[in-house]
């Protein structure tokens, strides 16, 4: 099993574009969350979902929009990035048999 | 904001030496999670307590929890240069029974163990 990936590992985005950041898990995991870290931080909970078509917002979901359309894939939209939203990006599932998850390595966000 | 508030922020010890975290947080709980974070790395769940749990060992792991001060601590035996990295604790919220993963983390301890 690849576990959790996220693509891209890194990218640098201008103020005002839009990208998505990809999620995907290979373990049929129902339960997946976005989180963001900064500097000196924890990680704070972005969006997290328990099913395909089931989505909720998490601490920080102001400028994210996800779905989930699959049990696999979750992806997070940022739909006009700006300089707050420099951060790294993980992305988590775990089944719902138990509590503890998995994380991905991380996307490294850049807004200039 | 954060639910977990944990000390110290840094840590820096010798081979073998012990090494004890702490980790407070302010709401009920279903469970505490610990996790470990490489530099540069996703973090990897290293050791899970139960809100009705006192203790709970793993290898060279020892976790406490005390529902009553809520508050944890993370001890490392015998502690490798290999245990350099970021420790985070998780607390996972009580919602009726059911945890739907909605974790909310401490800003972590640095631990530097010099060989």
């Known amino acids: 099993n690849a576990g959790v990936t996220q693509t891209p590992k890194f990218q640098v985005l201008k103020t005002g574009q839009s990208m998505t950041l990809q999620c995907a898990q290979d373990m049929n995991h129902e339960y997946m969350s976005w989180y963001r870290q900064d500097p000196g931080m924890g990680l704070r909970l972005i969006h997290y979902?328990?099913?395909?078509?089931?989505?909720d917002q998490g601490e920080v979901p102001n400028g994210y929009n996800v779905s989930r359309s699959t049990t696999e894939d979750f992806p997070l939209r940022l739909l006009s990035a700006a300089p707050s939203q420099t951060s790294v990006y993980f992305c988590a599932s775990r089944p719902t048999s138990r509590y503890e998850q998995y994380f991905g390595p991380g996307t490294r966000l850049t807004v200039t | 904001s954060q639910q977990g508030e944990e000390d110290p922020q840094a840590l820096s010890i010798q081979e073998g030496e012990n090494a004890t975290m702490n980790c407070s947080y302010k709401?009920?709980?279903?469970?505490l999670q610990w996790y470990r974070q490489n530099s540069g790395r996703g973090l990897v769940h290293l050791i899970l307590i139960r809100s009705n749990e006192r203790e709970k060992h793993s290898g060279r792991l020892r976790v406490t929890l005390d529902t009553s001060k809520k508050s944890s601590s993370l001890l490392i035996t015998a502690s490798r240069a290999a245990d350099t990295a970021s420790y985070f604790c998780?607390?996972?919220?009580?919602?009726?029974?059911?945890?739907?993963?909605?974790?909310?983390f401490g800003q972590g301890t640095i631990l530097t163990v010099h060989p």
């Open positions: 979902s328990v099913g395909a078509g089931i989505t």
């Open positions: 998780a607390t996972d919220p009580r919602a009726g029974g059911t945890s739907y993963g909605k974790l909310t």
């Open positions: 709401t009920s709980i279903n469970n």
